[in-house]
Nanobody, 124 residues
Framework: VQLQASGGGLVQAGGSLRLSCAASGGSFSRYTVGWFRQAPGKERVFVGALSYSGIGRAYEDSVKGRFTIFRDNARNTVYLQMTSLEPEDTAIYYC??????????????????WGQGTQVTVSS
């Protein structure tokens, strides 16, 4: 499967963005999906995950209540809705699909496929 992330851009603090991640050559429908981000000079870190069933959800503490992951299986696309953005959210955002179908362990889910990343820049 190949993942294509898009939707990044420049936004002012307090604004919103919706990132998309489209899958080709495979499906999201039975897989846990996740979003990660990498700020300049830092390691890639977990942002959030949505289980294959849609029931399990996990978010990094700093984004709880501001970011939401959801999926559209008909479009084979997952989204990261980001609101109340802060300059600290500036990073390259990556989507990921779990290595195995119907498997979810939150942030520790083994990830098998990654998108190429999309830049989000939040100005103060």
């Amino acid at each position: 499967v190949q993942l294509q992330a898009s939707g990044g851009g420049l936004v002012q603090a307090g604004g919103s963005l919706r990132l998309s991640c489209a899958a080709s050559g495979g499906s999201f429908s039975r897989y846990t999906v996740g979003w990660f981000r990498q700020a300049p000079g830092k390691e890639r870190v977990f942002v959030g995950a949505l289980s294959y069933s849609g029931i399990g959800r996990a978010y990094e503490d700093s984004v709880k209540g501001r970011f939401t992951i959801f999926r559209d299986n008909a479009r084979n696309t997952v989204y990261l809705q980001m609101t109340s953005l802060e300059p600290e959210d500036t990073a390259i955002y990556y989507c990921a699909r779990a290595q195995s179908s119907e498997y979810y362990t939150g942030p520790t889910t083994p990830w098998g496929s990654w998108g190429q990343g999309t830049q989000v820049t939040v100005s103060s």
